[in-house]
């Protein structure tokens, strides 16, 4: 998969040249001298499909294992409504800010993270301190959990590495969409504050900018609003689809079949029905694209702060349990000194 960094720059490159006027295929080509290796091979495949007569949109298809499945399913709207080089500018932006807050992300963790990890640590050290210092199994239990010796240590490595382990496969699993997870929990996750904020926004920002370019090429109202709900990448917003298409065949506003769907927040369908009312439908959708966009940018930003705090307050319930198991171990000593 290609980087979030490389990324952007190929969306602003080829979104700067087309709106030159630059030709496609001699943006491609350029394409293949730029970058690392990979992106030459896999932009030097794409420039000989698009050459052959294919889209722009399925010949980087054939390299979704590159290219994102969102930016893909954009490209192919942008291709049917000539809005080409808006999207890709309107991409590198949206790449470039998903960088910035994943790595405002990752700076709000990292330092409680790297605390966690030195407990961790602190922890296994300790019982390996004691089992070189006082290898008996009878000894005296420092830590207060019940590892002693050589062995004790060994088995909190491996409680350590189980635990982990099946946190960081547990994430991944859902990060990479293994066994489609993503149409079962998006659902749930939808519902939780913030998180849910987040994802909901940013998908409405992608639905916005996707109807306003479908509608600016004059494509038919059903497909329009297909590819929209598709273009979320969100499976909550595309569960609601088949309604909302139901309601477009009847002939119904856009407002109404987004209201049908079920799916969707009364603010953003009332702003629909404004735009429509107003005649200004594209208008609106792209000033709620940029609208929605911000919100989801602050809502990332906001997890990220929860999730430092989250972690933080795990460093300290653990403490916590230790402070209290070693002395309440402290005190049935001295009890047992007593007559």
Not at 123 to 134: D, E, H, K, N
Not at 284 to 290: M, T, V
Request: charged residues 15%; hydrophobic residues 50%.
């Amino acid at each position: 998969m290609i980087r979030l960094s490389a990324l952007a720059e190929y969306c602003r490159r080829m979104g700067i040249g087309l709106r030159a006027g630059v030709d496609i295929v001699r943006l491609l080509d350029n394409e293949t001298k730029s970058g690392n290796d990979q992106h030459r091979q896999v932009m030097l495949r794409v420039k000989e499909r698009v050459q052959s007569g294919n889209s722009l949109a399925k010949s980087m298809l054939e390299e979704k294992k590159y290219f994102p499945p969102l930016l893909i399913q954009l490209v192919h709207a942008s291709e049917m409504s000539g809005r080409l080089e808006a999207l890709f500018i309107y991409m590198a932006d949206y790449y470039t800010q998903l960088k910035r807050s994943r790595a405002l992300f990752f700076s709000k963790i990292s330092w409680p993270l790297f605390q966690l990890a030195m407990a961790v640590v602190i922890i296994g050290l300790v019982i390996l301190l004691q089992a070189i210092l006082s290898p008996s199994p009878d000894s005296y239990d420092a830590t207060s959990l019940g590892f002693r010796g050589l062995g004790g240590f060994y088995l909190y490595c491996m409680y350590v590495f189980v635990i982990f382990g099946s946190i960081a496969i547990f994430v991944l699993g859902i990060w990479k969409n293994w066994f489609n997870c993503h149409r079962l929990l998006m659902p749930w996750v939808q519902r939780i504050p913030t998180l849910g904020t987040a994802l909901v926004t940013l998908g409405l920002a992608r639905l916005s900018m996707t109807l306003s370019m479908l509608l600016n090429a004059g494509v038919e109202a059903k497909r329009s609003t297909k590819q929209a709900f598709l273009a979320t990448g969100n499976y909550y917003f595309i569960g609601g689809m088949d309604r909302a298409l139901a309601e477009v065949e009847k002939g119904s506003s856009f407002g109404d079949a987004f209201a049908a769907s079920k799916v969707l927040p009364n603010e953003f369908v009332e702003s629909i029905r404004i735009g429509e009312l107003s005649g200004t439908e594209t208008e609106s959708l792209d000033h709620l694209a940029a609208q929605y966009q911000e919100r989801g940018q602050a809502a990332l930003s906001a997890i990220a702060t929860i999730a430092g705090i989250a972690i933080w307050l795990s460093i300290l319930l653990l403490l916590a349990f230790l402070v209290i198991k070693m002395a309440m171990q402290y005190l049935n000593l001295l009890n047992s000194f007593l007559p």
